[in-house]
């Protein structure tokens, strides 16, 4: 995958997962990441596993332990993960 594009992509939902009340309505945050999990149901596993290891990587590579912890929790938000 466009590893230009997943950092987009997990730019994207990390920044509406750390947003307020204020910034973003949370009946339209939660639109939008369900909308963006419906979507990322269509991956094959490979993809999925890639798009898993690169959310792991961004989480590792962050200073930020806000931003890391949403990025770890973020496969579960997406519903990437098995559990």
């Known amino acids: 995958m466009n590893r230009i594009l997943l950092r987009a992509l997990v730019g994207l939902a990390v920044s509406i997962e750390l ?9 339209t945050a939660t639109t939008l990441l369900d909308d963006l999990a419906a979507d990322l149901d269509d991956l094959s596993e490979s993809e999925r ?3 898993l290891d690169f959310i792991e990587e961004l989480a590792d590579a962050t200073r930020d332990p806000e931003r890391r912890e949403v990025l770890l929790d973020l496969p579960d938000a997406l519903a990437l993960t098995d559990d």
Do not use: A, V
Request: hydrophobic residues 15%; aromatic residues 0%; without cysteine.
């Open 49 to 51: 596993d890639e798009l």
């Open 19 to 27: 947003s307020s009340d204020e910034e973003i309505d949370p009946r």
